[in-house]
């Protein structure tokens, strides 16, 4: 049974817990959950089905280290300062502890690339996105952290860290490990609807 | 309970459900039901919780048509050759059902908009895409068919057609309906994935 009411209350309730971790414990993770994870990534929708995801599962504690140095770097040079103008206090603070270390230090990244060559011209987001969102579900549903970031992802730092080829691109670093503390559902506005136009 | 083995049994089970319909039956959807759905959309995570997203809700017929008629011109003119030369008749043959008023033939037509001016520069894909994705797979789980389309989102014509806003731009079109047959799941390869670097 794929569907009916109970399967909605589920999804719901998986996506309301779904929230940005930016601080795990040094519990691991295990392999052939990551590998699962990664397949449920791969039921998302892509141009023409083109699936142009790559990941990137990074163990290496250099690796990660020199990431979360990316990350650190581009969160100080201007990231930081725009949070702190539009977003405030609160968010900002979360985001230097992910930026600073914690997103580094959980015990597996997944960087999610596109091989940008694979589908059709201008349809890279649309293709690669909703299997970040796939991932993150999939990491709820399993007990464990997660969060959707970019800061390490612009320009080719990253590409060059991680010897990727031409024409792939890093989209996302995706932490996955035990949530150092339990997070209450994120705040959410209610959806902005308009009927038949604006 | 919102983890653990069961869940995520039961939303592999829905993501591997998740498919493109293009074909829908006349039989209605309840207005409460897309409210809901539309809700777990907004569950996903965006770039500072920007939340940009604005969302048509079409039933109109004469809207739905012309946004049919704006697909299928875009599929006609330069899309299919695209999907015939790199995709196969098959896919072709699906999309073409779709484009020449498959999709507009769903009772509801959900279009995703980005207001650009609510999100930090350069993240709109990855603070829209998700949310999508959440829809797409709450309306499989509520027994629906749906797509991910976007034939009809180039240039300004569907944003002059819906009375977009400067600033706000249609991402996708999703069709919200009964499916006119049941879809098998979709063909994946294995995840390509590297470990530690490329």
Known sequence: MTHGPEQLDQLESVARAQRATRSFTRE?????????????????????????????????????????????????SGARDWSQANLGPELTADVDTGATGGVAGAPVLVIVCADTDRCPPGSVGESVWPAVQNLLLGATAAGLGSALTTLATGGRDLAALLGLPPG??????????????????????????HHDSW
């Open 28 to 76: 691991p993770v295990d392999d052939n959950l990551v590998d699962r994870l990664l397949a449920l990534a791969t039921r998302s929708p892509s141009a023409g089905n083109s699936q142009p995801w790559e990941f990137i599962v990074v163990r290496d504690p250099a690796t990660r280290h020199a990431i979360g140095a990316l990350t650190s770097s581009r969160w100080s």
């Open 168 to 193: 792939v691109e890093a989209m996302a670093v995706v932490p996955l490990g035990h949530p150092a503390r339990p997070l209450r559902p994120g705040r959410r506005e209610p959806p902005r609807i």
